[in-house]
């Protein structure tokens, strides 16, 4: 996904391949943010923490059912601005049922 928003971004970098322009290489340090971010947002959108919140999803729950990792779920959450939206929503709380269910 970061690689794709490389290029959804129309990123001007040379890359690997000259008829594949997938594969970028030497982008700038802006251009890198720029790709995490947006990786990060197509990965875990506003309306899917959204949901998330309004079902009360755990992070272990999120991770099962976005296949995302657990650092990209907290980082979407904490810049989302969704705790202090849904207040009530705890998902880094570990719920015994998660416990149970990675053993």
């Not at 982008?27 to 971010?37: F, G, H, I, W, Y």
């Not at 949901?51 to 009360?56: E, F, I, L, V, Y």
């Not at 601005?81 to 929503?89: N, T």
């Amino acid at each position: 996904m970061h690689e794709l928003s490389h290029y959804l971004l129309d990123h001007q970098t040379p890359y690997l391949f000259s008829d594949f322009p997938l594969f970028y290489i030497d982008a700038s340090p802006l251009q890198e943010l720029e790709a995490n971010t947006l990786s990060s947002i197509l990965l875990f959108p506003r309306k899917a923490i959204e949901h998330c919140a309004k079902n009360s999803f755990s992070i272990h729950r999120i991770k099962n059912e976005y296949g995302i990792s657990e650092q990209l779920i907290r980082k979407e959450i904490n810049m989302s601005g969704a705790l202090k939206q849904f207040k009530g929503w705890s998902p880094f709380k570990r719920l015994a049922i998660d416990q149970e269910s990675e053993i």
